[in-house]
């Protein structure tokens, strides 16, 4: 297994409280894999990103039994150790592509000093590399761009230089936090085909963090449903997907508009009622409980217990739906 | 057909843009002869990529910019002659940004009131009422009232918008991308609740949205836009099941559901990112059109009708031309 996380927690400070913002997460990933973790604002998702390549906020404290990437224990990991690590074996994408740039190099300057950082080639050797990189994730005039700023490429130019900058070193692993939620559709969709080609063809294992269940039809191998800090769904895309057992994962599906509906506006979409509750304090119980339709009195008391369905997934529920109530909307 | 509510005779708009302190201006046109009709009740979508225009034909149509040619009609009259407050009690907008366009110092009962106050409707009492009522629609919950908009949520925030835009009885929302700063869940309430109101109110809507399943789920009619123009417009179903234009396919194709599990397409789209600043001769989509021939960069399409429904698309060889389906 490339990745094992054990029992993951994130403790945020937030105006002097503490706010559980990953409570107990477990994941594994193999090479040449893509997991999606799925959830919505707040969910944990991307702490549980930060927290596996230790780049937390301030203040924020992590624990686990168990953080391996290929074997090695990252939380044990010296300072150095983990930044020769990272942007090496692990690398990772942001959401926003201006911010994780620097406005005033150039991007041939930040390409090149990537690999020569990890690698120590010289100058020369390095501008190759970074050149047949572009050209891998379809970026034309390469060495045009080389010399531009990041002000000067639009949104999704901007996209395909911060991967092939995380594609310089060949990582094993790369770690993407929502890549293609500030692009537009068709930008996204080409983006996506370049990630997906970049992972098969070095047989990276790919950690996809996004709130588009869109997008993870179409890239996941398996998916895990956040919510409140929790993994409460966790199975094959197919399983998941066509069969959600967790009355959370069943209302997201439900929520997203599709093209079934008729479309001329008179078929309501099912939503969840509520918000997203914060945990200030532990609590074992279900966090889907104060929204969730099918609450039981069980559900007020105790923690629910980790079941495995006929469709394969592991769920974190007292009641799962089965296969039929899953498919009635 | 009746006298529609709103109507656009081909609008332009021309930005233009200062390079550097004392350079020389560079036009922008941002929108190219774009012609519309709202009817009562109806929802018009428009879809479209950045840099399409969207956003500067929805400052047109609530008389925030002034279009550069072509003029706006609401009930048969100028907007342009509308005295102000005339005209924001027959258009109101809704934003995106939920945190943006709320003042944080006001209440959120004195948000909802604000249109009644400005327009001078009722007395302080009767606004806090109709104010209250309009929450209670919106589904906000009464002890949100008294609070500022920090201390809601972004979908709460939205609704907060929503009754603002419909208390003083709008004919007419303008809505740009009202829930893309949103989580799935509460964009699914909040498409519901303009769906409710719309049913209730009988008012019409201009929805501006990136998301083709928004628009699919919401709008009667639609209209695809690139580079500043109109390439498709018509009945929402039918430009689904049959794009006529080969840019509406390609954004077909790019929306992602949860149900389809069948990879990430190649969209064919050829060339690089439209540039508003460098509009291309002929057809504009022509650089990056899968379909393109070399006519397609001479002739500029005409918006045409085609077949009996009310289609109109801007292509020299539509999709939906007898001798384009294949037999």
Known sequence: MLLQVRDLKVTLQDQGQRLRAVRGVDLDLAAGETLCVVGESGCGKSMTALALMQLLPRGAELSSSKLQFDGIELSKLSRHKLSALRGRRISMIFQEPMTALNPVFTIGDQLRAVYRRHTGVSSAEAQARAIEVLESVGLTNAELRMKQFPHQLSGGLRQRVLIAMALMCEPEMIICDEPTTALDATTQAQILRILKEAQSARKMGMLFITHDLGVVARIADRVAVMYAGRIVEHGSRAAVLRSPAHPYTKGLIASVPRPQDGGTGSKRLASIPGNVPAFHHEDPRCPFLSRCPKRMSICTREAPPVRQTEAGQQVACHLPLDAQEALTA | MSKPLLEARSLSHIYQLRRGLLGKTIPLRALNEVSLNIGDGEILGVVGESGCGK??????????????????????????????????????????????????????????????????????????????????????????????????????????????????????????????????????????????????????????????SVIQHMADRMMVMYLGRVVEEGGTQSIFANPDHPYTLVLRNAMFTPSDESGVPDLGLRGNFPNPMDIPSGCVFHPRCPMARPECARTSPALERRGNDDRRSACLFPLTAPENVPA
């Open chain 2, 55 to 212: 956003s500067t034909l929805a400052k047109i149509l609530l008389g925030l910019e002034k279009p550069t040619e072509g003029e706006v009609l609401l009930n048969g009259r100028p907007l342009s002659d509308y005295p102000r407050h005339e005209r924001a009690m027959a258009v109101q907008p809704v934003f995106q940004d939920p945190y943006g366009s709320l003042n944080p110092s006001m209440s959120v009962e004195d948000l909802i009131a604000l249109p009644l106050h400005i327009h001078k409707i009722g007395t302080r009492p009767e606004r806090r009422q109709k104010a209250a009522k309009m929450a209670d629609q919106v589904g906000l919950p009464r002890r949100t009232l008294s609070a500022n908009p920090s201390q809601l949520s972004g979908g709460q925030r939205q609704r907060v918008a929503i009754a603002r835009a419909l208390v003083a009885g709008p004919k007419l929302v303008i809505c740009d991308e009202p829930t893309s700063a949103l989580d799935v869940s509460v964009q699914a309430q909040i498409l519901n609740l303009l769906l409710d109101l719309r049913a209730e109110h009988d008012v019409a809507m201009l929805f501006i949205s990136h998301d083709l």
